[in-house]
C-alpha cells in the first residue's frame, strides 16, 4: 500500500539522516539550490545527466521551503522517471488532481509530520486538526493529507478529516 510504503520510506530518512529536508537531500544525493530570482514559483526539480537537483525560491521563508523540499523529495522518490532530462515545476505542482502531486504531498506528509507527534496533540491534549497543524508549523492541508494516510495505515479519529485543498504549497 502506497501509504505504508511512503511511511516507512519517509522514517528510513529520518533516521538515516534527520529530520531536515535539507540534510535529507544531502544525504540522499540530491542537490538542492536557492533561486532568488524566482517569484511565483515554489520550486522544482529535474534529473540532468543522472544528477539529481531541487531548486527552491530562495525568497520564500523557511517553513515553506521545508515544505516544497519535502515535496520536491517526494518527486524524486516516486517519480524520478518523469523527470529525466526535464524540469518538473509548479505549473501542474501541487494540484491534488493530479496523481503524482498527490503522491509528493503524501510524501511530505509523512516526512514533516511524525505520527507519534501528531497522535499525542490529537489523542493526549484533544487538539483539533486545525490546532495540532498550528502547535506543529504545519499547514491545514498537509496536516488533512497525513491524517488520510494515518488512517489508511488503521489509525482511528473520533472525527474524520475533511480533504486537503491540494493547491496549498502554492499558496503557503
Do not use: W
Not at 540532468?48 to 515544505?67: E, P, V, Y
Not at 526535464?86 to 506528509?109: C, G, L, R, T, W
Not at 484533544?126 to 497543524?133: I, K, M, N, T
Amino acid at each position: 500500500m502506497l501509504s505504508e510504503y511512503l511511511h516507512s520510506t519517509a522514517e528510513k530518512l529520518i533516521r538515516a539522516f534527520g529530520d531536515s529536508p535539507f540534510e535529507i537531500a544531502e544525504g540522499i544525493g540530491i542537490k538542492v539550490i536557492l533561486n532568488y530570482e524566482f517569484s511565483k514559483l515554489c520550486g522544482m526539480y529535474t534529473v540532468i545527466k543522472r544528477r539529481r537537483i531541487i531548486i527552491l525560491n530562495g525568497n520564500m521563508d523557511s517553513r515553506r521551503q521545508k515544505t516544497v523540499l519535502a515535496h520536491e523529495i517526494g518527486h524524486d522518490i516516486l517519480h524520478r522517471h518523469m523527470a529525466q532530462n526535464k524540469v518538473v515545476h509548479d505549473v501542474m505542482v501541487y494540484d491534488m488532481s493530479i496523481k503524482p502531486e498527490y503522491e509528493a504531498n503524501m510524501f511530505a506528509s509523512e516526512l514533516l509530520l511524525r505520527d507519534a507527534d501528531v497522535l499525542a496533540l490529537l489523542e493526549k491534549d484533544g487538539y483539533s486538526a486545525e490546532q495540532a497543524a498550528a502547535a506543529l508549523d504545519a499547514d491545514i492541508n498537509l496536516m488533512l493529507i497525513k491524517l488520510s494516510s494515518m488512517q489508511k495505515r488503521g489509525f482511528k479519529f473520533d472525527s474524520v478529516p475533511l480533504p486537503a485543498d491540494g493547491r496549498f504549497i502554492s499558496e503557503l
